[in-house]
């Protein structure tokens, strides 16, 4: 049981190329997000899906889009990568219900030049 | 966002008591949690009180909460030095959305 997964752990881009960083779950949850994870600022929420066709904006969605085809597969896509978006991102999911916690990826380290 | 605070650093000698302390304003949270990270790995949760227990107990974890004064604490026993990490407290507000603080770290000096 593999978990949460995320893909690249690290990458450097270039201000204004794009990427997408994947995230996969083989748990069945229903609930998946990602976070992005600054010095002294704790883990703020990007984006989030509650089921496959589903997602919603956290509270720092700008620069940031995301798709949830599968309920396996949460990618995020920078289209147009910035320096503030250097940064530490996590994806994690859950069941969905308030009483289960989420488990979270090992990370995705991505800096901007 | 909702604001849920730490202290970012926490020192202790190895064999003492570790009390990491979070405060949060949401009166409406109804799990709060207590997540370890250790250096470039993710959040390994590590214990989570509903919101209407004062005390929940686990091995060498304590978790206390008072609601009242939206106070939260984790008192680790026997602090190890595996235990030095960065320790984040979080709320859940909704059923979606998980709120962090800005975690502390801990050193547990042998």
């Known amino acids: 049981n593999a978990g949460v997964t995320q893909t690249p752990k690290f990458q450097v881009l270039k201000t204004g190329q794009s990427m997408t960083l994947q995230c996969a779950q083989d748990?069945?949850?229903?609930?998946m997000s990602w976070y992005r994870q600054d010095p002294g600022m704790g883990l703020r929420l990007i984006h989030y899906s509650v089921g496959a066709g589903i997602t919603d904006q956290g509270e720092v969605p700008n620069g940031y889009n995301v798709s949830r085809s599968t309920t396996e597969d949460f990618p995020l896509r920078l289209l147009s990568a910035a320096p503030s978006q250097t940064s530490v991102y996590f994806c994690a999911s859950s069941f969905g219900q308030e009483s289960q916690p989420q488990h979270f990826g090992d990370g995705t380290r991505l800096s901007i030049l | 966002g909702e604001d849920v605070e730490q202290s970012l650093f926490l020192s202790v000698r190895e064999g003492d008591s570790s009390v990491i302390n979070c405060t949060y304003t949401d009166s409406s949270s109804t799990y709060l949690y207590w997540y370890k990270q250790e250096p470039g790995a993710g959040l390994q949760l590590l214990t989570y009180?509903?919101?209407?227990?004062d005390m929940k107990q686990d091995q060498r974890l304590t978790v206390l909460l008072n609601k009242k004064d939206k106070h939260l604490s984790l008192r680790i026993a026997d602090t190890q030095t595996g235990d030095s990490a960065i320790y984040f407290c979080?709320?859940?507000?909704?059923?979606?959305?998980?709120?962090f603080g800005t975690g502390t770290r801990l050193t547990v000096i042998p």
């Open positions: 979080a709320e859940r507000a909704g059923a979606n959305n998980l709120f």
């Open positions: 009180i509903f919101s209407n227990m």
């Open positions: 748990m069945n949850h229903e609930y």
